[in-house]
């Protein structure tokens, strides 16, 4: 290793690599074909680069462990020409990337399947888009009970959904539309001020999710954990059966949270009526049976014989039944509440008038003016994104890890796009902003159906749309006579379910520190508003997560060399950062004092480290130099070791072959006598 003329200087690497070495230095130590060697880098001036080193050395010239460092000692100008100009290349590069073929058919999915579309895919997506429209507008009608608004707003956001996922959706099985979460996320977040904040939300719910998606912000997603979002979809559940007891039991009541909704109905529960009770404890039983029927088969129970034809026809026909249940017992009870009708009032209570066809297509509500008796109230954009306060970011992160759940759930094992089902639910919130909707995304229920109803692209989204689409010009009238206490007992009979009681088992076995979590999200839920219940849970489970970053696993065993040499192995079990280094600095002290032989750290699981970790390192040398001590690291990865060569370490000692031990020893302790001999 020499200088060169232009002033560049090279350090040969610690370790050399072979072909097979493709790990680097640390890289299990297989590969090298017995070339490992390890230096000494005293304040890296005086690297050692052979074990048995012989003659004059230029001590400058050595300087750390990377394979080879360039250090160019002449100046050079850089102006802003020669920077624009360095920036055009990967400027191309980067256009040339985004406007691939490849790229383009990954934002607009349908050009994949769309050239293979056939007569067998048409007939799959009409039945399942009819199947699932079926299932959509009694749920929609239910949805909007739930979100504090008028029942014609679940309709509104049903139909256009669905349409715009056709053309950027990735996953086949999700009907986009409103569900039990978004209907309860908008009633928290508009907190009864009416459809113009529910439509404002849904805007800006996809504002967010597409500037995330076009960002690659899906990462975020990833800090609800599954004991977070237990906790969370069970907490749901319970507040939207609460929130449908009042109109099963016909009664008046209201509250933001689970506790406060109690509170308002057994202050009200006196006047319990006795048709809408009855009626709702019907529906909900009745549901439940065909829930139930649906899963029952008729005919041979042995795998090798295959049902007869009349078997397939009442196999198919109660499992219509079933998945159709919703919408026959609407049918039914309106056509029960339009007979009491042509007699009086009826003795229960009704939806009462939907309008008829479609909204008119506008701006979401940026500001508008309501008129209180006279007194007109002026509502800005601003004053409104305050009002619904952290709603704008936690909605959209919601719903999109909704639909996540669906896609992974019905993927069959493929892999999920994230970014591109961001960008999707983001544009059809945005559609849906400008025909009056409240914030929608994929539906596991309705999920469900489309699957098993044979779905084979997304284009059994467009017939669920026109399904939709034809009950607002021709159905609407015929609303007016559904009982409240039905859609009561469709929305208790479908969320019950929800109640995630069966992780609770699994969870205890697995890590029962999980099931902690769980349960804190579960109660901070029902006590708190929803987004504030979730930020505790996510909150809580960082903390989980910083604990252990702190609180690393060390091996400590005391073990001889080949030569009977006696030494203490110290193996931590992840990567050493500000929050770990000094409770790894404590117990290497700590053992190493308290057993008084050489000290050796495996390096083998830190494949990284910080500036605050390269200081303890500085600290630990110093302190076992200052004693006799030695201490040694085994197995570093180039790219930490130069982490901790930042600091210029004294008696910093790594190497690479545990057959060099005994002889890092020797020299070690001949350096020690030396020193004696000296003074």
């Known amino acids: 290793m020499s200088a060169n003329k232009n002033g560049l200087r090279f350090s040969r690497s610690v370790h050399e690599k072979s072909d097979n070495d493709v790990q680097g230095a640390g890289g299990g130590g297989g590969g090298t074909n017995g070339t490992y060697t390890y230096y000494d880098n005293p304040a890296l001036n005086a690297s050692l680069d052979s074990l048995n080193f012989n003659g004059d050395r230029n001590d400058s ?16 100008t850089s102006t802003v020409t020669k920077s624009v100009k360095s920036a055009i290349p990967w400027t191309r590069k980067q256009l040339k990337k985004t406007c691939s073929k490849k790229k383009l058919y990954k934002r607009l999915p349908f050009l994949t399947w769309l050239p293979n579309y056939n007569a067998e895919c048409a007939v799959g997506d009409l039945v399942a888009g009819i199947t699932v429209g079926l299932t959509v507008i009694p749920q929609a009608l239910a949805y909007s009970n739930i979100a504090g608004l008028s029942t014609v707003y679940g ?20 009907p986009v539309g409103p569900s039990a979460i978004s209907a309860l996320m908008t009633y928290q977040a508009i907190q009864g001020l009416g459809p113009e904040y529910a439509i404002l939300l849904t805007f800006l719910t996809g504002l967010v999710l597409l500037l995330m998606g076009l960002l690659g912000l899906g990462f975020l997603i990833d800090f609800v954990s599954g004991p977070v979002s237990s906790g969370f979809i069970s907490a749901v559940a319970l507040i939207i059966v609460t929130s449908q007891v009042k109109d099963v039991l016909g009664i008046n009541a209201s509250g933001s949270t689970f506790v406060e909704t109690w509170i308002s109905i057994f202050n009200d529960i006196h006047n319990t009526q006795g048709w809408d009770t009855m009626l709702g404890i019907v529906c909900i039983a009745v549901l439940l049976i065909l829930r139930i029927i649906g899963t029952m088969k008729i005919g041979s129970s042995r795998e ?70 006279g007194t007109v109230t002026s509502h800005t954009l601003p004053e409104m994104i305050s009002t619904m306060g952290s709603a704008i970011i936690v909605v959209p992160l919601i719903l999109i890890l909704e639909n996540i759940s669906v896609c992974k759930a019905f993927g069959n094992g493929k892999m999920i796009d994230a970014t591109q089902e961001f960008i999707a639910i983001g544009i059809c919130n945005i559609a849906n902003s400008f025909v009056q909707a409240f914030p929608s995304t994929g539906s596991l229920s309705r999920s469900a159906v489309n699957n098993n109803s044979g779905v084979r692209t997304p284009l059994g989204g467009l017939y669920t749309g026109i399904l939709v689409i034809l009950a607002l010009f021709f159905f609407t009238p015929y609303f007016y006579y559904i009982p409240k206490a039905t859609l009561a ?22 890590k029962k520190s999980d099931l902690i979590l769980g349960f804190a999200t579960f109660i901070a839920c029902l006590a708190l508003a929803l987004e504030i219940g979730i930020l505790v849970g996510i909150g809580i489970n960082i903390l989980f997560i910083l604990y252990h970053a702190a609180r690393p696993k060390i091996t400590v065993e005391k ?64 302190d076992f130099a200052a004693r006799n001590q030695p201490l040694f690291f085994f197995n570093l990865k180039p790219s930490v070791c130069a982490v901790f060569e930042g600091l210029a370490p004294k008696d910093f000692v790594v190497f690479y072959n545990e057959d060099q031990i005994d002889q890092l020893l020797k020299e070690r302790s001949y350096v020690k006598k030396e020193e004696v001999l000296k003074v």
Not at 158 to 173: A, N, R, T
Not at 489 to 510: D, L
Not at 589 to 603: E, M
Request: some cysteine.
């Open 155 to 174: 309709l509104y956001s049903s139909f256009l959904g669905p349409i715009v996922y056709i053309l950027l959706g990735s996953c086949k099985d999700v």
């Open 489 to 510: 007992g469709i929305i208790i009979a479908a969320v019950i379910f929800m109640v995630e009681v069966k992780v609770v088992k699994p969870m205890w076995r697995s």
């Open 304 to 373: 090798d014989e295959a049902p007869s034809a009349f078997e397939n026809f009442v196999n198919k026909s109660l499992w219509l039944i079933s998945t159709a249940r919703n919408a026959i017992l609407v049918i039914v009870c309106g056509f029960i509440g339009y007979i009491f009708c042509l007699n009086g009032d009826p003795p229960f209570k009704v939806i009462g008038p939907v309008p008829q066809g479609l909204p008119a297509l506008k701006l979401p509500p940026f500001s508008y003016y309501k008129d209180n008796n």
């Open 559 to 622: 073990l001889r060399s080949r030569d009977n040499n006696e030494y203490l192995m110290l193996t931590p079990d992840r990567c050493l950062i500000f929050p770990s280094v000094d409770y790894v600095r404590n117990l290497v002290t700590k053992h190493s004092l308290r057993q008084g032989i050489p000290v050796i750290i495996d390096c083998s699981h830190i494949y990284g480290a910080d500036y605050t970790a390269a200081t303890v390192v500085e600290i630990l040398t110093q």
């Open 61 to 76: 010239a050595y300087l750390g462990s990377n394979d080879f460092i360039v250090l160019d000692n002449t100046k050079k």
